[in-house]
C-alpha cells in the first residue's frame, strides 16, 4: 500500500465524523477545518536551507497547540507532550541502532505504543489528542533534525509519519469510544440488578 493513503483514508473519515455528526459548536468548526488544511497541505512541500518538510507538519503543530490550550491542566499536559515527544525521538533512534529488535511491523509498534502512552497520560479524549499529536510531531522534528547533519536527508512529515499518526489518532477514538462503552455497559448492568433486586423484595 502506498505511503499517505492511510493518511488520506482516516482524515477523511474524521472529517466526515466531525462535519455531518458532531454538535455544531466552534470546536466542530475548529476541528473540520484543522482537519481539511491538513489533508490539502500534506503535498505541499516548504524548503528552508537544507530542511525540506511538509505544509501538513506545521498546520497539524498550531491546530494541536490550539487543542492544547484548551486544557485546564496546561502545565501538566504540556509536561505529558514533552514525554509523548521524547518517547517517540527515542524509538526512532532506537529502529535505526537496533532494527533486529523490533517485533512487530513499525506503524503497529508505533500506533500500540504511543495511543496507550497517550491514554495513560490524560483521561479525556481532546487531551489525549492533543498531547499525541504535539509529540509525535516535536519527537519527529527533534529525529530529523538530529540525523540530518550525519547525512540522513528526509522530508520531515513525509507520508508514512503522517499514516503512522493518523493511526495512533484512530486507535486513541477506538480507546475512547470502548472506555465510553464500558461505562455504560457497567451502568446498565447496576441498574438492572438493582431492578431485579427491588423486584425480589
Known sequence: ??????????????????????????????????????????????EIVTLTFSLSMII??????????????????TFSAFTVMI?????????????????????????IIFSLLSSILANNFYSRLSICILGMLAGEWIYQMTVIPFGFMEIIGEPLFLDHLLSTILFISFISI????????VVTIRNLRERFRLQNQ
Do not use: D
Request: net charge positive; hydrophobic share 55%.
Open 87 to 111: 518517547g517517540y525521538a527515542g524509538f526512532r533512534f532506537w529502529e535505526i541502532l537496533s532494527p533486529i529488535l523490533m517485533f512487530l511491523p513499525k506503524g503497529i509498534l508505533i500506533t
Open 60 to 77: 497539524l503543530l498550531l491546530g494541536s497547540i490550539v487543542l492544547l490550550t484548551r486544557n485546564k491542566h496546561l502545565f501538566y499536559h
Open 1 to 46: 500500500m502506498a505511503s499517505g493513503i492511510l493518511f488520506y483514508w482516516f482524515s477523511w473519515t474524521l472529517w466526515i465524523i466531525a462535519t455531518f455528526f458532531m454538535k455544531k459548536n466552534r470546536l466542530r468548526t475548529f476541528l473540520a477545518a484543522w482537519i481539511l488544511l491538513s489533508i490539502i497541505g500534506s503535498y505541499v512541500y516548504l
Open 178 to 185: 470502548a472506555h465510553r462503552g464500558s461505562n455504560v455497559l
